[in-house]
């Protein structure tokens, strides 16, 4: 069965410093990975996609992620947070009419 | 419309009554997920629907929950005789097609007490 492991419940770091969230699947075909970012109240926004070709992949916000296929790994990074960036991330696999999400990480930002 | 909107946005509801959760997603996309997430969690999925037919329904919890979509274009979510349980944020989202990124609403935050 497909599942997304997040094993970061949450993470603090200082403004202006670099940012890893990981994230885990277990899926056995080539996998559709995403992550989304929710800030308190409101729905999931998507931050970047991964579908196929360049395994290194941008979005919005200055965010990036790797999609490593030996390891089942689609790490989150940013080189330097903003306060802004505080919020819960979710890491999502789709296989066809579903999204598997992880139980996600929450980040906070110390001035 | 530019996003995809849900209403409302809050609901308490007593324990046993019913309760419609409506969802209007993005003009043209064919695709169309319910999904709940209880406080401090991940969100799970309830339901799909591919235009007008659910494809999908594996998700939801029991028999008292359905959901619609008659059009292709909006849907609601139904739950009857609500319980203390579903006490959750229930989230829509719709995409373009299969395996294409999803987009989400914010969200209905429902209370039973």
């Known amino acids: 069965a497909q599942s997304v492991t997040q094993p970061d419940i949450h993470i603090t770091v200082s403004e202006g410093a670099s940012l890893e969230l990981r994230c885990n699947y277990s899926y056995g075909a080539t996998p559709y990975l995403f992550w989304y970012v929710q800030s308190p109240g409101q729905g999931l926004q998507l931050l970047l996609k991964y579908f196929s070709g360049d395994t290194l992949v941008q979005g919005i916000k200055g965010f990036e992620a790797e999609f490593k296929r030996s390891q089942s790994s689609f790490n989150l990074r940013k080189p330097s947070v903003h306060w802004s960036d505080a919020a819960e991330y979710f890491c999502a696999v789709r296989t066809g009419n579903q999204f598997y999400f992880g139980t996600g990480t929450s980040l906070t930002v110390i001035p | 419309g530019a996003g995809v909107s849900q209403s409302p946005r809050y609901k308490v509801a007593k324990r046993g009554q019913d309760v419609a959760l409506r969802c209007d997603p993005i003009s043209g996309h064919v695709s169309l997920f319910w999904y709940q997430q209880a406080l401090g969690q991940g969100p799970e999925f309830l339901t799909y629907f591919q235009n007008e037919a659910q494809l999908d329904k594996s998700g939801l919890p029991s028999d008292r929950f359905f959901a619609e979509r008659p059009e292709g274009s909006v849907s609601t979510l139904k739950i009857q005789r609500t319980q203390q349980e579903d006490s959750a944020v229930y989230l829509c989202?719709?995409?373009?097609?299969?395996?294409?990124?999803?987009?989400f609403g914010q969200g209905t935050r429902l209370t039973v007490v």
């Open positions: 989202a719709s995409s373009v097609g299969v395996n294409t990124e999803a987009f």
